[in-house]
């Protein structure tokens, strides 16, 4: 089995998961001086209640370390962060560095910190630290592993409520939108039609008033041409 493992870095002993390999067997010698066994701690020994990593109620805060209330989901508010900002609030939710298994790694892990490395590696302390943290705390590395499972866990949990929460905005905001399109196509459609009848009824009526126009003038050249023919002759028959 290989686990790496760092001392530095932002989260601590996660990073050197990345880093450095520890294995079972001895190391050569010819590569790393014989470490020394680790310091003895004469701190008297304070049984710690068994932790159920597992289960996902088990999994409290760090003592001094408030708790954080659920973010708000962004989209919910129609606002939308960037990636690294989605990022962070998700990490926040599930950083192992804030559960019981990295706070118990860490009080027997932090001491070794001023052990050089070359003394003793950052594979060795972390090995250590675990060795002990089984002895005196009770913490096993199904203990550690099932903790990632349970961030895991709560990380699903996290991307089912954004997907309630984007669905509900989907309805809201562009479901709505899509039916209000729809309704003012439909509308633009009837309102085409009663346009396309208009102009129909408009060239039919500008047809009908321009052949009674051309009828009333014609029919007033007739009867002016008739007068004229009439006052000739009345004008004639009164010269005797």
Same mark, same amino acid.
């Given at each position: 089995?290989?686990?790496?493992? #760092?001392?530095?870095?932002?989260?601590?002993?996660?990073?050197? +998961? =990345?880093? &450095?390999?520890?294995?079972?067997?001895?190391?050569?010698?010819? =590569?790393?001086?014989?470490? $020394?066994?680790?310091?003895?701690?004469?701190? $008297? &020994?304070?049984?710690?209640?068994?932790?159920?990593? %597992?289960?996902?109620?088990?999994?409290?805060?760090?003592?001094?370390?408030? $708790?954080?209330?659920?973010?708000?989901?962004?989209?919910?508010?129609?606002? &939308?962060?960037?990636?690294?900002?989605?990022?962070?609030?998700?990490? #926040?939710?599930?950083?192992?560095?804030?559960?019981?298994?990295?706070?118990?790694?860490?009080?027997?892990?932090?001491?070794?910190?001023?052990?050089?490395? %070359?003394?003793?590696?950052?594979?060795?302390?972390? =090995? #250590?630290?675990?060795?002990?943290? #089984?002895?005196?705390?009770? +913490?096993?590395?199904?203990?550690?592993?099932?903790?990632?499972?349970?961030?895991? *866990?709560? +990380?699903?949990?996290?991307?089912?409520?954004?997907?309630?929460?984007?669905?509900?905005?989907?309805?809201?905001?562009?479901?709505?939108?899509?039916?209000?399109?729809?309704?003012?196509?439909?509308?633009?459609?009837?309102?085409?039609?009663?346009?396309?009848? +208009?102009?129909?009824?408009?060239?039919?009526?500008?047809?009908?008033?321009?052949?009674?126009? %051309?009828?009333?003038? *014609?029919?007033?050249?007739?009867?002016?041409?008739?007068?004229?023919?009439?006052?000739?002759?009345?004008?004639?028959?009164?010269?005797?």
């Amino acid at each position: 089995m290989k686990l790496g493992l #760092s001392m530095t870095g932002k989260h601590g002993f996660l990073d050197a +998961l =990345k880093q &450095v390999a520890f294995e079972d067997e001895p190391m050569p010698a010819e =590569k790393h001086p014989p470490a $020394p066994a680790p310091p003895a701690f004469t701190a $008297p &020994v304070v049984a710690a209640p068994a932790f159920s990593f %597992s289960d996902p109620a088990s999994v409290r805060p760090v003592a001094g370390v408030a $708790p954080q209330a659920p973010y708000p989901l962004p989209i919910d508010a129609g606002v &939308v962060l960037d990636n690294d900002a989605v990022y962070q609030m998700l990490l #926040s939710k599930t950083d192992f560095e804030t559960t019981p298994a990295a706070e118990t790694i860490h009080k027997f892990l932090d001491p070794l910190k001023s052990i050089p490395d %070359s003394v003793m590696p950052s594979n060795i302390k972390f =090995k #250590s630290a675990v060795v002990q943290a #089984s002895a005196q705390a009770g +913490l096993t590395e199904d203990g550690i592993l099932g903790t990632f499972d349970t961030l895991k *866990a709560k +990380l699903q949990q996290e991307h089912d409520a954004f997907g309630g929460k984007a669905q509900q905005f989907a309805a809201r905001e562009v479901a709505g939108r899509q039916d209000q399109i729809q309704k003012v196509t439909e509308q633009i459609a009837q309102l085409q039609q009663q346009l396309a009848q +208009l102009s129909t009824e408009l060239v039919d009526a500008q047809g009908k008033a321009a052949h009674a126009q %051309s009828q009333f003038e *014609a029919a007033v050249q007739r009867r002016g041409s008739e007068l004229e023919q009439q006052k000739a002759l009345y004008a004639s028959l009164l010269k005797g």
